[in-house]
């Protein structure tokens, strides 16, 4: 018998966990019982800013099933989150409107959310800040007094000499635009189970991205020694960047379990996963532009502000990625930066998809459309003169060692019959008018140094069936991102699927990873694996060529065999070779670990420093057509060319950029988390509207394959490009159709006819 | 701050388990609840030699709640067992009372019950066939018929010249034993659940001892490639041998998971316990021995037969071990040794605790006793007189490296006041007698290389908290392997308890074990567990020196912390140490893997050869009363002088002591499983009787350390030793006492009584 050779790379895979989330077996936190748990519920506070006066739980504790009744008096309630301004408990004062109060442990859920709902809270309120120019305000209230400001970070950024660029720009554009509040929708809602074991150490089931940090910050803030904790992921619905924090729940499961002596779970129902989980903030940018008369970009200068709500988690950091836009995204000379993250009295911002990249994409975008207006020339003529080449370094020290910005750009010019397109918006109908817009992005895909090991380790275990257990580091949260590592381990070792399990949701068991941001996965992961692949491979292929008298270099794995290189001829079992491994003179087994550090550095003050290992580009073309009569913005077809350095699994590649595109679509045209007076007013998917699959166009995609020289294979990273510049093509396609402005997000119906209107 | 050198190694430690145990939070199989799970139950035969005619499952089918009613004709019957001559159902005959005919799955375990009872089977009755004696009659029915004869496997043994003895000789002594049907009688009864995935792939949560068998087995039976299945076990309560083999609930269990496609658990109640888990067979053992008058041994001869009963499982191979207590305990130059494997219609035999060991050690050291009465000698001098030392090769060929019998039989006589007890029978009471007894035993206690490897493979993961993840591939069933490979590690990377997590229940983390057997965790694990931890030490020393611009060879690691080894001075934490590997320029982590195989070798077709790495000895003296009146024999004191190489934990290493002691004097006076025409008769433990808490007789533990050259620290096993020689240690103290002869076991006080009243 013969195999031949075979590259696995750039195929199509189904998700090897499809099975089990399609029947409905996957175990969701949801899904999970534990002996003697109990049930968690939180109050909140139903109030934006006020102090609390009193708490009655007596109520609450007197119901038949309650075990515990704690409030933040009850609990050493340590500060946490990125900026420690947050704890578990509030015990003074409420600075928005999912504040936790108190929290109950119950026989059941109903009980538990039973007695949360008897617990009475007496309230002073205090003047409400509802808007950054609100908080701004000389004399406003302040939200964290401590602070002695509203303001909770400001970020400076600037490459080149901004009076230089202006200097050289034949024109000059400027607009403000502004970015709604939105939501991750995780279709698995938050919950965790705490269950301390009888020696006192702590077992955290969670949903968590990020195990290995968030174990090192739960120790800290439930004064647990982190040696004692151990993290169990359960199967994770979705991510997105939700789970990339720890929010009070979490502590609040473990203080219940620790004050029951048994194991909590806490669970949130769709409304608190509206109100309770984190979002991408609401984000006002003015930017100026400036180009020469032949199109060359001279400077941009950026004024944002993002409302940071009552509390500092991961989204106050996002300008980290926003700067990225501003300074790389095209070659600009002179750019300058300043951002303001400001307190309100509205919910709280965390890391979502594209971590600020959708908000700055969307002005750098916009305003390359807007120059191209002021210099009559075509859109894509214009992005093509500023787009970057292969080995160019930006101003912010962003190494573009593969660069596909080009190709991107005419790949989906050309997909899209961009320049017939472009000549016509005319209809057969006289009041719909179509429009093609486009935009492009650039992200890290090469993960992201921001803490001083970005790596991830893998441990590769074969038994004595040729059976491959991969343990890694990293954690699957729907991304696909264990069928490209098992992918990248049976390529190496020539395994069919059915031969690998991949385990990576233990934090007793895998190796350090930082966690799942910045598009790392494939790229850290995947080279952590592919590495230590490699040396099992030589291991196997040594003991193969001892066994069969031949050499190493003669032979192959395919298929779970052992294989003439030259001609695919079957020599031997891969489980028989490692069987007289193991049961042989050496009585040797197949063990290998390696830890994979990619070549990034961290910033420097200035937040310059070739962070990511690689950078990810794309272009998206939207055609779309605008009813004038009703605002209705259909979008027909988007055309999305990404640059990923190199296919692995292409049917979960298509898969990251088809969901991105959606939620992309989401951002552009119908998602808005609505906060009036603080209140989120449309907590439910019949309110908060999602882009459903009747409402999605044809999408074509196109990748363009740069071949990164560190990424597994010649890969970059994809997971959160895809979303990054949809809105802005989208955007770009309905001001083509209409001349109008459209500066704020998203075009919903009735903001696209009273732009019209004026 | 100092902290001082100080070994881990021969301290007392409480298990690591002991807290969940004790307070009822470990999970057992029984507690174990998976999504969807059915609950099974098998219908077994009320005959014990019969054809099935037919099978009428139509009522139990109809029972509202039932999901699946399977029969032999509805699965891929595979046979199994060690002699391959078991199925999971029976669909032709039934040879022993616990066969099993159908099997049901239900909603509920009280619904499967219920079903089960409803199956009504119609039989043809065979002649059952009820001894041994029986099953070797000429013409006796054959059981099965296939094999052509009652005899499953016959054992010829010999080293030396028997003839030549003989003539030696000048004494002879010979008797004949019977030993009994015991049981195990473990806490934690029977169970699995079988589960498949979406995919197909089977985990199997069992109470195996020995998964890496387990697994490659249940494949081959249930039909599943062994590269889709996982083991993962339950916390085990008990295993004693009992779990060693695979009987048929558990492919029952797969295969009603497999026709019902959900996942299905079959948990044994306490009777189905003893009527359905295996036993230690009885066994007639005839021994002549013969001696020079100055005591020295010259030979032995020795024949018996074991009930094997219906089917084959490892009771039949327990000549194995056997031989070596006939071939080497003491020094005899010429041993003939003739035994038969014998098939009945009674319950059949699996591997428990000593393995053939206590039957045959009881037969030897009777033998020895009857010697001493001959010879006129003290019975403790006769066998120091032909006490083997050191540097001896016996004539089976097994290497006593490090050998501590002559210090056992001084110990144990020294301690328990040999001597002057030895001249005094009689007692204020003029119907009670005392007596003193002993017995030596010998056993390996360094594997026993029976497979190919008899290895085991350990990785080793310290985190950034230098909290260690110790994967192992030996099993916890209770006799404390995880404290002490903590311990190990702990020793060699200067580690606190907290610190360390000890992984030992899933097949798809853990690297290959041959399982729980032969007293061979400590030895073989324990080498596997210092042999990583002593790479993983290296690399922490060379950080830390790297670190604190030292030399490895000036630090040491002692309890969490890097020491200057000269004077204790805290120098640094060893999870600072670890983190700035990690997040230092270096970015490297601490993993370690190493698979240990012992120089032992596999026994020749004659059954010679050094099978173990290293082997144990012990010397036990019992003190007994005996009342003339009742037969009641009590032990008042038992002096147990075992030589364990070295202890490893102190605490550990008498709780299997006195376990065993307790194990082995229910062996010698009360335990006997009550077979009668094939049925289990005292099938509970209001009648099958254990020896309880009261009447447990002071136990002294003197631990013989040797030092064995290839053991950890110097350690051998201890796990099987201490239940093999009690039974002979209170015979021949009964036997000093009465002057009775007591061939037979347990001394109930009727059989004690009667034999007095002879």
Known sequence: MRIAKQSLIGKSFPKLDAPERASGRAVYIQDMVLPRMLHGAIL??????????????????????????????????????????????????????????????????????????????????????????????????????????????????????LAAGERESDVVVQETYRLPYVTHCCLGTSGIIAAFDARGHLTLYSVTQVPALYRRDMAQICGVPPERIRVIQATIGGGFGSKLDIYPYEPIAVHLARRTNRPVKIVFNRQEEFVASPTRQPTEIRIRAGAKRDGTFTFR?????????????????????????????????HVSMHGKVVHTNNPYAGAMRGYGNLQATFAVESSVELLAGELGTDPLELRLRNAQEPGETTGQGIGLRACGLRECLETAAKRSGWHQKRNQTATDRPRVRRGIGMASMLHVGGGAKIYRSDGCGTILRLDDFARLTLITGSSEIGQGSETVLAQIAAEELGLRFDQIQVLNNDTDVKPWDVGVHASRTTFIAGNSVRLAAREARKKLLSAAADQLRSAPEELDLRAGKVVRDADGEVLADLGKVIRSLHFGGKNEVVVTHHYYEPPSVMQDQGYKGDVSAAYAFATQVAEVEVDLDTG????????????????????GAEGQVQGGVVMGLGYALSEELQVERGRIVNPSFREYKLITSPEVPEIDIAFVETIDPEGPYGAKGIAEAPAICTAPAVANAVRHATGGRFTALPLTPERVFSELKQ
């Open 44 to 161: 909140r506070t139903d109030r934006v800013h006020a102090r609390i006066v009193a708490i009655d739980t007596s109520a609450a504790e007197r119901l038949p099933g309650v075990q515990a009744v704690i409030t933040a008096n009850d609990i050493d309630n340590v500060p946490f989150g990125h900026g420690k301004d947050n704890t578990p408990l509030k015990g003074d004062k409420v600075r928005c409107i999912r504040d936790e109060i108190t929290a109950v442990a119950a026989e059941t859920e109903s009980i538990a959310r039973e007695a949360a709902a008897l617990i009475r809270v007496e309230y002073d309120d205090l003047p409400p800040i509802l808007s950054v120019e609100q908080a701004l305000r000389g004399g406003a209230p302040l939200i964290h007094e401590h602070k002695q400001t509203n303001v909770a970070f400001t970020y400076e950024y600037s490459h080149g000499d």
């Open 301 to 333: 200068e950026i004024d944002f502000t993002h409302d940071n709500g009552g509390y500092t988690s991961w989204g106050a950091t996002t300008p980290f990625v926003m700067m990225q836009a501003f300074s790389s995204l095209y070659r600009v000379p």
């Open 632 to 651: 209705v913005v259909k979008v027909l077809r988007l055309t999305a060319a990404h640059d990923i350095g190199r296919v692995i699994n292409r049917l």
